[in-house]
Structure formats: C-alpha cells, structure tokens
C-alpha cells in the first residue's frame, strides 16, 4: 500500500498532473489494497500467500517509480526524493485535520474489530468454532489498515520501518493482553519514535536537517533483524 502510495506521488511531483500529492496518494493506497486482496484471493486468504503476493506489488510499485525518476527533471526528481524518504517537514494543520478525522473514523471500527482480530489469531477453524466470520473480519480489518496506512503517507510519505516495530515495542514495554490494549500503545511508540528521530534529525545535524524518514530506518532496521534473529 506504501509502494501504491508513493508511485502515485512520485507521478504527481515529477509529471504535474495537476492533482495534489496526498490525494494521488491515498487514492493510489487504496487502489493498491484492493489489488491486494483479489490477487490474494483464492477460496479466502492465507496468510503466506497474502504476504508473497504484497511483496509482488510492492516490487512492480518499486519498479514504477524508478521509471517514473529516470524521465523526471532534476529538480522534480530531487523533490520526489525528499518525499520518497519521508518527511514531516513543512507540514501543517493541512495535514493534521484530514488524519484527525480519519482517526475518528477507523479508530473505533479498529476497537470493534479488536475481538475479532484476537479470535483470528487461534486459526481460522478455531475462530469459526467461536462465531467469527473469519473473511470478513479480515477485510474489514485490511480496509482499515488501508485507510489508516493511505492517510499517513499521503500526509508525511512513507516513513520506513516504524510500522514493524511500533506492535513488538509496545508488546515489550506494556505486556497487552489483547489486541485492544496494544493498538494505542502501538500508536503511541509509534508517535514517539517518528517524534524523537524527527528530533534529532533537525538537531543533530544543524544546520543540516536530516528527513525523519532517513533517521526511522537506520534506528528501526537493526532492531527489526534482531527481532527477526531471536524469532528464527
């Protein structure tokens, strides 16, 4: 959906279509999760080849914008760039009020959701056996991961890594015992390492500023891999 996300905006900044970048963007991510699930389909959706098929778009998504950066101008070119990396820089009560309202929106789906969420963790039997609606469910929640994943990058662009970490901090620091106990402490680490790397991206290389983007991915990468060192 990121990938989705950014083509679209890379489009926009370096041919001028005449369409703002966060609206290109969420419509892009929309798109992007739509695809995603009918590609992924087959008598419901599994787990692995959801995952394989994402990786899939999100390669021909890479490869979109590649192409989209070697016939730009250099100056749009250095602008996609910047939005590319992901930045909060320069962006205003423009930007806050659409995530605002998007917040109120999905937030309490998310909350409905939560139990829904918990069941499907057990096994698609299992959860059935509880009264889950176990397609359903998931696309309700894919829907809402879409809108809340389009709003962001449409607003600051794709700012890496802090989704995959975000879940496994607040696991750590809070111990939820549900699905509806992590989500805000997910949000709120999240919040506060875009916060801090923003930070120190404007501080520490002063004059310099560092986009938040850059600074999230060289903090986040190596503790994600160790994540994925002790899961292995």
């Known amino acids: 959906m990121s990938g989705g996300a950014s083509l679209a905006a890379v489009a926009v900044i370096v041919f001028g279509a005449g369409v703002p ?8 991510a929309l798109v992007s999760g739509v695809a995603l699930y009918a590609l992924a389909w087959r008598g419901g959706v599994q787990g692995q080849r959801f995952v394989l098929v994402g990786i899939g778009l999100a390669a021909c998504a890479q490869a979109g914008v590649g192409y989209v950066l070697t016939e730009g101008g250099i100056f749009e070119v250095a602008q996609a760039y910047v939005w590319l990396v992901g930045s909060v820089n320069g962006r205003g009560w423009g930007q806050v009020w659409p995530l605002a309202a998007s917040l109120a929106i999905v937030t309490p789906a ?11 963790e057990l096994g698609d039997d299992l959860a059935r056996a509880l009264g889950v609606g176990v397609e359903g469910s998931r696309l309700a929640l894919l829907a809402a991961a879409v ?44 919040a506060a390492l875009v916060v801090a790397c ?11 500023e560092i986009p938040v983007g850059l600074l999230t991915s060289i903090v986040a990468a190596p503790y994600f891999l160790l994540l994925m060192r002790r899961a292995a």
């Open 110 to 120: 998310l909350g409905a959701l939560a139990r829904r969420a918990d069941a499907l």
């Open 21 to 28: 970048v966060p609206l290109a963007a969420l419509a892009c």
């Open 198 to 208: 923003d930070l120190a991206g404007r501080v520490a290389f002063a004059p310099t």
């Open 147 to 190: 809108a809340l994943t389009g709003i962001a990058v449409a607003a600051a662009g794709p700012v890496g890594f802090v989704a995959f970490v975000a879940p496994h901090l607040a696991r750590r620091l809070g111990r939820p015992a549900s699905l509806l106990e992590l989500l805000p402490l997910a949000a709120a680490c999240g």
